[in-house]
Antibody, heavy 122, light 110 residues
Framework: QVQLQESGPGLVKPSETLSLTCTVSGVSVTSGSYYWSWIRQPPGKGLEWIGEYMYYSGSANSNPSLKSRATISVDTSKNQFSLKVRSVTAADTAVYYC?????????????WGQGTLVTVSS | QSVLTQPPSASGTPGQRVTISCSGSTSNIGSNSVNWYQQLPGTAPKLLIFSNNLRPSGVPDRFSGSKSGTSASLAIGGLLSEDEADYYCAAWDDSLTGWVFGGGTKLTVL
């Protein structure tokens, strides 16, 4: 049974770096079949994709709207993947979700974490 | 402003059929398959429809999807009170090299 769980600080100061970790169980993050993504949702608003990473190929893609502030990495020893967003502002306040996308009969996000709220405030 | 356009709200009475539209462009819906997600209040999104019209195991056949050109639709038949949720369409965008979502449609069951 595949499960994803986000963890990290709930409060980050403006201009600092937001760091979150997604712990994956039931499947290896090194699998060549999956991309590992971060998606966020500002309070009361819609979903915004941040970026994705496939360990097997080293392929990474990210949302241009974040202007290269976001980085996704994988820790194979802990079966986790992480997100760092530099130079945060209040606009980065959101619920952050980690998710897996699979390529089988198309590509789609089939498993999501429960989400974690990150507030950017001094 | 979302790349994919959805109506902000939709409504229906129990038992009715409701349709939610999703409009995009040649670089996203026109070139790639569309997925739909259901987000119940206070929870994470859940995959509802993938590859335009396929249902994951466990999703009732009351939910169906379709795509034509640069637009897609989600239909919910036999509306139930438990269907009250936000619905999002999503597709890969070849120009942006990334995923794009619709702004979401809040479905109210009257």
């Amino acid at each position: 049974q595949v499960q994803l769980q986000e963890s990290g600080p709930g409060l980050v100061k403006p201009s600092e770096t937001l760091s979150l970790t997604c712990t994956v169980s039931g499947v290896s993050v090194t699998s060549g079949s999956y991309y590992w993504s971060w998606i966020r949702q500002p309070p009361g608003k819609g979903l915004e994709w941040i970026g994705e990473y496939m360990y097997y190929s080293g392929s990474a893609n990210s949302n241009p709207s974040l202007k290269s502030r976001a980085t996704i990495s994988v820790d194979t020893s802990k079966n986790q993947f992480s997100l760092k967003v530099r130079s945060v502002t209040a606009a980065d306040t959101a619920v952050y979700y980690c998710a897996r996308s699979v390529a089988h009969q198309g590509r789609y996000f089939d498993y999501w974490g429960q989400g974690t709220l990150v507030t950017v405030s001094s | 402003q979302s790349v994919l356009t959805q109506p902000p709200s939709a409504s229906g009475t129990p038992g009715q059929r409701v349709t939610i539209s999703c409009s995009g462009s040649t670089s996203n819906i026109g070139s790639n398959s569309v997925n739909w997600y259901q987000q119940l209040p206070g929870t994470a999104p859940k995959l509802l429809i993938f590859s335009n019209n396929l249902r994951p195991s466990g999703v009732p056949d009351r939910f169906s999807g379709s795509k034509s050109g640069t637009s897609a639709s989600l239909a919910i038949g036999g509306l139930l009170s438990e269907d009250e949720a936000d619905y999002y369409c999503a597709a890969w965008d070849d120009s942006l090299t990334g995923w794009v979502f619709g702004g979401g449609t809040k479905l109210t069951v009257l």
